[in-house]
């Protein structure tokens, strides 16, 4: 696999350097090299637009885009969540053959299981809204649940269904290293090491970016800045209202019979999910209690100070045993947490932002931003570029949050509220 070098300076294929100078124009520069500041600088490149820069304080794609699952699910909430996953799988599945630069991929379909009636009712409403949104899936029952994956035991299964199109990228980063490899052959520049201090706007448009390494003239800024989205939305003026909280996950040691074709797993009602990795299972939860945890203005924060709380595993481990035996026999091999950006309603905050011209919003992941970064940043790139999103994106409109009054605590509450109830029947 690519890996993006030992040297904490250098980005990878011969890009530019942190002590290379800056370009003092760009025509877009884009705060963050997570997912979702590559999917949308490689995007914007793609689409012809010259000097794209996307600038990290951070080694690119180091934070919590590295962390994440890897998993893409086609059941979502709505119609233009399921446009975006479609067209972020196929992004996936054809970026070697359209850039020539590989994203090692495995594509097993998933169970989509409840234990419970209540999950149960709850997942076969989801299911009909995603066949209606051209989703392939197939009802199961539990022998062939199990036969399909052999890893579980399928005894206190309600209902199940398999998801076909559903797939995962063993090491995250792989994507993160593709998106800048073949970024750089679109003439995207991605630099490390570059804090974005400031956002100059003059007259309601966007005129430049200060950095630790001096300005930057561009009519375009995008705030990808995960975690770190509300401090640069702030620089503009702008209130991106996301909440960084935290979620972990982990990795056992070797178990034997699990080669990785055999599919992801989510159980709705334990909130889990499982799929195979390094040999292994990887195997997560939604926990009741998550913990808010972010940056702070003005102190430097990276996600190596994000604290695992093993109780939080172990509490994974008790509910997916039952339908996982061997997770009970296994030890981790790795154990690690990053932050989602959460939101009061659970959607993300993407598009431009009324009111300061050429500034753009990608955040608010709530969970998904992984796998949606590649269709939402392609989304938002045609946007930029052409004018006009080819697809609507209203419902993640971030105007919708500009003049919402909202206290800190209700943004609090909310916010925890969408993560603690990420599959839980509202019927
Ligand atoms: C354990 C875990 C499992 C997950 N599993 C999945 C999954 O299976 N599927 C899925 O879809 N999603 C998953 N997610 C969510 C997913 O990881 C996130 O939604 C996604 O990675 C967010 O990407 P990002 O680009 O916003 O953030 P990041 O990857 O954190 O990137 C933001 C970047 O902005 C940089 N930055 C911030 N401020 C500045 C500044 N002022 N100047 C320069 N640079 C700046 C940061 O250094 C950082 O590199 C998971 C998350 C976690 C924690």
Redesign the pocket.
Same mark, same amino acid.
């Given at each position: 696999m690519n890996d993006l070098g030992s040297n904490p300076t250098s980005s990878p294929a011969s890009g530019p350097r942190a002590q290379d100078p800056l370009p003092a124009y760009a025509g877009a520069v884009v705060?963050? $090299? &997570?997912? #979702?500041?590559?999917?949308t600088g490689f995007a914007l490149a793609k689409n012809g637009l010259n000097g794209v820069l996307v600038?990290?304080?951070?080694?690119?794609?180091?934070?919590?885009?590295?962390?994440? $699952? &890897?998993? #893409?699910?086609n059941i979502q909430a709505s119609a233009t969540k399921t446009e975006l996953t479609r067209r972020s799988i196929e992004i996936v599945t054809r970026f070697e053959q359209e850039t020539g630069v590989a994203v090692p991929y495995v594509q097993p379909g998933s169970l989509f299981v409840a234990r419970t009636p209540g999950h149960a009712a709850m997942i076969e409403a989801e299911i009909e809204d995603s066949v209606g949104w051209g989703v392939a899936v197939e009802r199961l029952d539990r022998q062939e649940a199990q036969r399909r994956c052999p890893y579980i035991d399928s005894r206190d299964f309600v209902s199940a269904y398999f998801i076909r199109d559903d797939l995962?990228i063993d090491e995250?980063k792989a994507l993160?290293v593709a998106l800048i490899q073949a970024g750089l052959r679109v003439g995207m520049q991605t630099v490390g090491q570059?804090?974005?201090?400031g956002i100059d706007v003059r007259n309601g448009e966007i005129r430049g970016v200060q950095?630790n390494r001096g300005y930057i003239g561009t009519p375009v800024v995008v705030d990808?800045?995960?975690?770190?989205?509300r401090?640069?939305g702030a620089?503009a003026g702008v209130d991106v209202k996301i909440v960084p909280m935290?979620?972990?996950?982990g990795i056992t040691a070797l178990v034997e019979g699990i080669p990785p074709d055999l599919p992801i797993v989510r159980m709705t009602d334990g909130a889990a999910?499982v799929r195979p990795a390094r040999g292994g299972l990887m195997y997560?939860i939604f926990e009741p209690n998550p913990l808010p945890f972010g940056?702070v203005p003005g102190e430097t924060m990276?996600?190596d100070m994000?604290p695992v709380d093993h109780s939080v595993l172990r509490e994974a481990r008790d509910r997916i045993v039952p339908s996982v035996p061997e997770l009970a026999h296994v030890t981790d091999q790795e154990q690690?947490?990053?932050?989602?950006?959460m939101t009061a309603d659970g959607k993300f905050i993407a598009g431009p932002v009324p009111g300061v011209h050429g500034f753009w919003v990608?955040?608010g992941?709530?969970?998904?931003?992984?796998?949606?970064?590649t269709g939402l940043g392609a989304a938002i790139a045609e946007w930029i570029v052409g004018g006009a999103p080819e697809i609507d994106l209203s419902l993640l409109d971030p105007a919708r949050f500009l003049d919402l009054e909202i206290s800190e605590s209700d943004l609090l509450a909310q916010s925890i509220w969408q993560y603690a109830n990420y599959y839980t029947p509202l019927s």
């Open positions: 705060i963050g $090299a &997570g997912a #979702f500041g590559l999917g600038l990290d304080q951070f080694e690119p794609g180091t934070q919590t885009s590295a962390r994440a $699952a &890897g998993l #893409f699910k995962y995250p993160l570059t804090t974005v201090t950095t990808a800045a995960g975690a770190w989205s401090i640069a620089m935290r979620h972990q996950l999910y997560g940056p990276s996600l994000v690690r947490a990053g932050l989602f950006t990608i955040s992941c709530n969970g998904s931003g992984f796998s949606m970064s």
